[in-house]
């Protein structure tokens, strides 16, 4: 796995700006591929955590993927369009 953390750093630091610059930016889409650092799902819990949030428990994730129980609706993901409001 390839250490992104410090260009991370760099993402979480625009965010924040955009977000303090501009109050009615409230949700930002952020996609990480197994490309970016060789695991996709630890890009996205090591950008979580740089943003001082929550990881997402990826296991459990799956099964509750696997087993069609009730799932929150900020964790249901089939396609980019799912996070529409």
């Known amino acids: 796995m390839r250490?992104?953390?410090?260009?991370?750093?760099?993402?979480?630091?625009?965010?924040?700006?955009?977000?303090?610059?501009?109050?009615?930016i409230h949700d930002?889409?952020?996609?990480?591929?197994?490309?970016?650092?060789?695991?996709?799902?630890?890009?996205v819990n090591d950008f979580l955590e740089?943003?001082?949030?929550?990881?997402i428990d990826w296991k459990t994730e799956l099964?509750?993927?696997e087993n069609n129980s009730v799932q929150p609706n900020d964790r249901i993901q089939s396609s980019l369009s799912d996070f529409t409001k």
């Open 50 to 55: 740089l943003k001082n949030m929550s990881e």
């Open 28 to 43: 930002v889409l952020i996609v990480f591929n197994n490309h970016f650092a060789c695991f996709g799902p630890q890009s």
């Open 3 to 24: 250490d992104r953390r410090k260009e991370m750093l760099g993402y979480v630091k625009m965010i924040r700006e955009t977000q303090n610059e501009h109050s009615n």
């Open 63 to 65: 099964k509750r993927y």
